[in-house]
């Protein structure tokens, strides 16, 4: 059974930093592109990094880009987002996300965590 756990978030001040991971079990890990999106309080989900099985390729939103960091390390089955200079706006539940044919912004990813709460404080 394909199992994604979010882990890392908590609260921080602004231009803090945090380093969320992903665990994977259950699938092959290294087939498979990555990605990380988050949903603040009654908004709607949105993308914010991906990278790519092999870890070569990484795409991000631009509100993040120069702030936040995406990574893994298939042996570990794991993937991280290091988000550093955090800002209130980035408050939001962050979801880690699977997909076999990765398209770095598509939201029809295979699997899904149940999340992680990140507040960012000012």
């Known amino acids: 059974q394909v199992q994604l756990v979010e882990s890392g978030g908590g609260l921080v001040q602004a231009g803090g930093s945090l380093r969320l991971s992903c665990a994977g079990s259950?699938?092959?890990?290294?087939?498979?592109?990555m990605g990380w999106f988050r949903q603040a309080p009654g908004k709607a989900r949105e993308f914010v990094a991906a990278?790519?099985?092999?870890?070569?390729?990484?795409y991000y939103v631009d509100s993040v880009k120069g702030r936040f960091t995406i990574s893994r390390d298939n042996a570990k089955n794991t993937m991280y987002l290091q988000m550093n200079s955090l800002k209130p706006e980035d408050t939001a539940v962050y979801y880690c996300?699977?997909?076999?044919?990765?398209?770095?912004?598509?939201?029809?990813?295979?699997?899904w965590g149940q999340g992680t709460q990140v507040t960012v404080s000012s």
């Open positions: 996300a699977a997909d076999l044919r990765w398209n770095p912004a598509s939201y029809d990813y295979d699997y």
């Open positions: 990278i790519a099985n092999s870890g070569s390729n990484t």
């Open positions: 259950g699938l092959t890990f290294r087939l498979y592109g």
